[in-house]
């Protein structure tokens, strides 16, 4: 099983709800991490899990949290976002291998419209 | 920002032609890697190139790496209408782990 599973594929909220996107992955990879994209931009690094363990936040506004409650799942919870939080989030998981960079896998991403 | 440049930002072309984008960045890095998004989906990793090698090639594709310019290319040789996607390179800093930054990526339409 080479894939990672996002849930779910778009979601439209408003400013005072709550909600959580997921991430799944069988690879037995110790990395995972979540990246946000704007229309027609690169994907921007927003957290990294090593080891279930927080090891980066890119200084994240706290509307955001993160759970890494395995080493196969990742949630994204979201509260009070605001209309420019719309965009495509990115889940990623990968080998830790010292200090080699590898190579993520990407799941199809969550498709967010704040209202 | 160690984000990397890519260029050109869009790329036209006839099937059967190469494309090849180009990419800078700007600290030191242990490997540079391309990635290839169809329709603002999920990514999917091309090709690997680390910073003592100098050219790699999987299949149609072809990178090459020159690390006193900062700089790396992507080819695809003979293209196919599937091959339209953006594609973007990515460099690591020397964390430990995986802090892969992406460049500004370069959108590719193949007409048949």
């Known amino acids: 099983d080479t894939e990672v599973t996002q849930t779910p594929k778009h979601l439209v909220m408003g400013m005072t709800n709550k909600k959580s996107l997921k991430c799944e992955q069988h690879m037995g990879h110790r990395a995972m991490y979540w990246y946000k994209q704007k229309a027609k931009k690169p994907p921007e690094l927003m957290f990294v899990y090593s080891y279930e363990k927080l090891s980066i936040n890119e200084s994240v506004p706290s509307r955001f949290s993160p759970e890494c409650p395995n080493s196969s799942l990742l949630n994204l919870h979201l509260h009070a976002l605001q209309p420019e939080d719309s965009a495509l989030y990115l889940c990623?998981?990968?080998?830790?291998?010292?200090?080699?960079?590898?190579?993520?896998?990407f799941g199809s991403g969550t498709q967010l419209s704040v209202l | 920002s160690q984000q990397g440049e890519e260029d050109p930002q869009a790329l036209s072309i006839q099937e059967g032609e190469n494309a090849t984008m180009n990419c800078s960045y700007k600290?030191?890095?242990?490997?540079l890697q391309w990635y290839r998004q169809n329709s603002g989906r999920g990514l999917v990793h091309l090709i690997l190139?680390?910073?003592?090698?100098r050219e790699k090639h999987s299949g149609r594709l072809r990178v090459t790496l020159d690390t006193s310019k900062k700089s790396s290319s992507l080819l695809i040789t003979a293209s196919r209408a599937a091959d339209t996607a953006s594609y973007f390179c990515?460099?690591?800093?020397?964390?430990?782990?995986?802090?892969?930054?992406f460049g500004t990526g370069t959108r590719l339409l193949v007409s048949p």
């Open positions: 990623a998981s990968s080998q830790v291998r010292g200090s080699v960079n590898e190579k993520l896998f």
């Open positions: 600290t030191s890095i242990n490997n």
């Open positions: 990515a460099t690591g800093e020397n964390t430990g782990f995986q802090k892969l930054v």
């Open positions: 190139i680390r910073s003592n090698e």
